[in-house]
């Protein structure tokens, strides 16, 4: 008897030429290369989106090469349903690839209610990777992040947590995210104690948020640390999706976002000027915005995010054009104000 499901019925298979196009950095001294574009699932994963949408996304992303997917206890909305989400695509698709993936979880935000549920403590840090295991089938995940500093908790209990986590084989590899360049050193400087040395920083860094440029980037590099660029396209406003109004279907339109409106409004005028630069150089607005961060070495990976094939494609052609003149840099310095 035959089936009738003419969905997708069909076994997934990625491409064998994956890995052709891609370009890898190492993360700081380690072992580990990392795709120059990685996904992450903060948005679009959630139990609000819709499946298939989000499953054609991973497929294309890892049949173009890229290995990186980044998640974190909280992502969804609700809570916790981006994970469960990739654990059912994972089952599905990707579970005989899972030795060519790198998986990231975090935790540093709110996630369960009371005084355990949110911070650094060790407490909730290893309660929730192992939550986050079980959200997505997984017996490790490759990367585990301390997501947000804790003002109140020791450093030394937030780290040897993570420590602990990579020695109980739960977590390949260690890292952090949000720490400003001091605490970052110091984090590093205990993790390296403990003999775990942390792998990478997730920052948030785009042409809109240069704030690693002033320490953090030297020291990451001096310490043999990787960096990730989180939000590279400051969430979709670096890109021409805002240049003739907001649309419906925009992160800047939809409940539950972290973009508002205004925020938009008030980066008309640059994101305008920006992308004549970008037409000149013949690119995309997000693409240059992308290869922009891309130029300097000691940025490992973007963490882009995506709403469909059509936008991943588009960014991944960013990789095609990483060198700028000193004239290109110079007018993107002076539309940013920073020259
Ligand atoms: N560590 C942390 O604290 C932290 C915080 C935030 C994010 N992150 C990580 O970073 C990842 C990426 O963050 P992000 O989603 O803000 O990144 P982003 O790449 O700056 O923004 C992604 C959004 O921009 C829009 N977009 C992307 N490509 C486009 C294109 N070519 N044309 C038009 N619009 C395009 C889409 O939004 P639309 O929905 O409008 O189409 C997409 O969802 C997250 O998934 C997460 O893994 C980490």
Same mark, same amino acid.
Request: proline fraction near 6%; charge should be negative; avoid cysteine.
């Given at each position: 008897m035959r089936i009738t499901d003419k969905t997708n019925p069909i076994e997934y298979r990625a491409q064998e030429?994956?890995?052709?196009?891609m370009i890898y950095r190492r993360c700081? *001294?380690?072992g580990i290369l990392l795709p120059t574009i990685s996904l992450g699932l903060?948005? *679009?994963?959630?139990?609000?989106?819709n499946l298939e949408n989000a499953r054609n996304i991973l497929k294309y992303a890892f049949d173009t090469g890229i290995t990186h997917f980044d998640l974190a206890n909280n992502y969804g909305p609700p809570y916790g349903s981006a994970e469960e989400s990739f654990g059912l695509l994972l089952k599905r698709d990707f579970a005989k690839y899972r030795d060519e993936l790198i998986i990231s979880s975090k935790a540093g935000?709110?996630?369960?209610?009371?005084?355990?549920? *949110?911070?650094?403590s060790r407490k909730y840090l290893i309660a929730s990777c192992d939550q986050s295991l079980k959200r997505m089938g997984?017996?490790?995940?490759d990367i585990f992040y301390h997501h947000r500093p804790d003002p109140d908790t020791p450093l030394e209990e937030t780290m040897s947590a993570l420590d602990h986590l990579v020695r109980q084989g739960k977590a390949l590899y260690a890292g952090i995210s949000n720490y400003p360049a001091d605490l970052a050193e110091k984090a590093a400087c205990i993790l390296k104690d403990l003999g775990t040395p942390c792998l990478i920083h997730q920052a948030k860094y785009s042409m809109f948020e240069r704030?690693?440029?002033?320490d953090l980037l030297d020291i990451l590099d001096d310490n043999g640390i990787g960096c990730i660029a989180f939000s590279p396209l400051a969430q979709g406003m670096l890109t021409d999706k805002y240049i003739n109004g907001i649309p419906k279907d925009s992160r800047a339109a939809k409940a539950m976002t972290y973009l508002e409106k205004e925020q938009v409004e008030a980066q008309l005028p640059k994101i305008r000027q920006l992308q004549e630069i970008a037409q000149t150089r013949g690119q995309k607005l997000s693409q240059m915005a992308l290869s922009w961060l891309l130029k300097d070495d000691r940025v490992t990976s973007v963490l882009i995010g995506a709403s469909s094939v059509k936008q991943l494609e588009e960014n991944l052609e960013s990789l095609d054009k990483l060198v700028f003149d000193e004239d290109e840099i110079r007018k993107i310095d002076d539309v940013l104000g920073e020259s």
């Open positions: 030429d994956r890995y052709d196009e700081g *001294n380690s903060w948005h *679009n994963f959630g139990y609000l989106d935000f709110d996630m369960w209610p009371g005084p355990y549920g *949110n911070l650094g997984l017996d490790y995940v704030w690693v440029e002033s």
